[in-house]
């Protein structure tokens, strides 16, 4: 996908979230900024991660509208309530850090974005978003 293409998708994505918000029509959603789904990378990759209608804090503190990001590596969604596992295929992000560098070798993997509130519980499959990627 050429430089362009990519400036005008992130150029209507933006354009989309604006509209949402001015019209208070706005869900809550998880989104992998980087990298597209279907993409083929080199190890070690960034992956940077968003939420919306939700506050990314520090994991602690149960505040409602809020919580923090979890990367699950070849893990399918959590269900709503239940903790996110502490292991090597869920990395936890409860400092509130949204992108990370991530080393895998080279395969395809299912990644998916899990949104969990300060206590790691999930928010459940309606605040994930899965993609996959070759690493090459």
Do not use: W
Not at 35 to 41: C, H, M, S, W, Y
Not at 89 to 100: I, M, S
């Amino acid at each position: 996908m050429s430089i362009t293409t990519q400036l005008l998708r992130r150029f209507a994505a933006a354009a989309i979230v604006s509209t949402c918000m001015a019209a208070g029509a706005f869900a809550q959603t998880v989104a992998f900024v980087e990298p597209q789904d279907g993409a083929t990378v080199s190890s070690p990759f960034k992956v940077k991660f968003a939420v919306s209608g939700m506050e990314v804090n520090p994991a602690g503190a149960i505040v409602p509208n809020s919580g923090h990001h979890h990367l699950l590596i070849n893990a399918a969604p959590i269900k709503a309530g239940e903790a996110v596992p502490f292991d090597e295929t869920h990395l936890h992000f409860g400092k509130g850090q949204t992108e990370t560098e991530v080393k895998l070798a080279p395969g395809v993997y299912t990644l998916t974005l899990q949104f969990a509130n300060g206590a790691h519980q999930s928010y459940g499959p309606e605040l994930s978003k899965t993609i996959k990627v070759t690493v090459k």
